[in-house]
């Protein structure tokens, strides 16, 4: 039986995660305001904060999430050998 | 845990942080029915009374009832952010000046309001007896809804004119704001102006911001504003000021400043900042899901 391993995608989780983040951002600016529109300075480390917390939600979810599970039979491993299919 | 047991929590967690304070209504410590006319009706409850009919008000002379008419001149109105002490989480509101604000949502029910007796005491939070206007504590408007407002000047301890110095204008003689101009401005949001002779002497005012009519759409955000009126000014607008300038720019003259924070809301609409917002957490929360999830393979 053929063996598994689980493959990570932190770079996607960080990506995915920085826009989850940009939104909630965003949220807590216009949507329901909870971040003052302020000194820029002040309002960058804000909205910086939350971006990198979920940047940060995505990394930890690539990494140690649920991992899919395989669909379907192992691929077969096709040597010279053998015949290809349809063939005597 | 099930899917549909995690789909129900995630749903009762968002409902509970969504509509909790909306639930929570607060009923009001601070009697201002002196303050308010008697068509104004407590309808929701809440102690303070819901809105009802004010007669036209009259424009001041040198009120700004145009506004901008070009871009360039609402640009020019916009305040900058330099002229706002924005780490300044509190509130001030200084001078012989006081009154009541409370504000309304689109069917005209309160949604919360605001006291100032013209003392020594900050602007009070009808709901809480706390300080009013402060960034945790913020004056709370809907952008759909009006905000109504009953102000007046206090004699006692106060250094009103008793007349202007306009030729020709027969003032009354009794101590009041005579000549003076008044400024508000909101950050990166609006600013108004105006003034008046005020030969009648009047000592108080009251008038609706009809928020829905004049703002182009709903919107949620926290700001700041502040705003001031100098006695004996003249008909020159108002330059800019802050909270260590306003004495110099007196020079002596009586005037009132306030400074503070403005919760906007949008009322029941679904503002736009809310869907853009929703939009790009759905993309980030989808993507997260379906792209980013460690994923079983064959080795080799």
């Not at chain 2, 003392?119 to 009808?126: A, F, G, R, S, W």
């Not at chain 2, 204008?169 to 401005?185: E, R, S």
Request: hydrophobic residues 45%; charged residues 20%.
């Amino acid at each position: 039986m053929a063996d598994t391993v689980v493959k990570k995608h932190p770079l996607r989780g960080a990506l995915w995660g920085s826009l989850m983040g940009i939104g909630v951002a965003l949220f807590l600016i216009i949507g329901y305001p909870v971040i003052g529109i302020g000194d820029p300075v002040s309002l960058a480390i804000q909205v910086g904060l939350v971006i990198a917390a979920g940047v940060l939600v995505g990394v930890l979810w690539a990494m140690f999430g649920p991992a899919k599970k395989l669909k379907g039979d192992p691929p077969r491993h096709v040597t010279m050998d053998e015949p290809a299919p349809g063939e005597g | 845990m099930g899917r549909a047991a995690r789909l129900l929590l995630a749903s009762g967690i968002l409902i509970g942080v969504m509509a909790g304070p909306a639930w929570a209504q607060q009923v009001a410590v601070i009697d201002i029915s002196q303050f308010v006319p008697d068509n104004f009706v407590d309808l929701n409850g809440d102690g303070v009374p819901d809105l009802g009919e004010l007669p036209p008000g009259e424009h001041g002379i040198w009120d700004d009832t145009v506004g901008a008419l070009t871009e360039e001149e609402f640009y020019a109105r916009i305040p900058t952010q330099a002229q706002f002490d924005i780490d300044d989480q509190l509130s001030v509101m200084r001078g012989p000046c006081g009154g009541v604000a409370i504000s309304y949502d689109s069917a005209g029910l309160s949604i919360d309001a605001i006291v100032d007796y013209a003392d020594d005491d900050p602007t009070l939070d009808v709901y809480t007896a706390e300080q009013a206007f402060t960034a945790s504590n913020p004056f709370k408007v809907d952008t759909t809804g009006t905000v109504a407002y009953f102000g007046f000047t206090r004699e006692e301890g106060a250094n009103w004119s008793t007349e202007g110095t306009i030729p020709g204008m027969n003032y009354g003689g009794q101590p009041a704001l005579h000549d003076y101009q008044w400024t508000i401005l909101i950050l990166d949001v609006a600013a108004d102006f105006g003034g008046d002779p005020n030969a009648m002497d009047e000592n108080h005012n009251a008038g609706l911001l009809l928020l829905g009519e004049e703002l182009p759409f709903p919107f949620s955000a926290k700001l700041k504003g502040k705003g001031a009126v100098i006695d004996l000014w003249g008909e020159e607008r108002l330059p800019a000021f802050d909270n260590d300038t306003i004495d110099g720019l007196a020079a002596g003259r009586e005037f009132c400043f306030g400074e503070g924070w403005i919760l906007a809301t949008g009322g029941d609409s679904f503002p736009t900042g809310a869907a853009l917002s929703a939009a790009l957490f759905a993309a980030g929360f989808a993507g997260l899901i379906f792209n980013a999830r460690p994923a079983q393979t064959w080795r080799g």
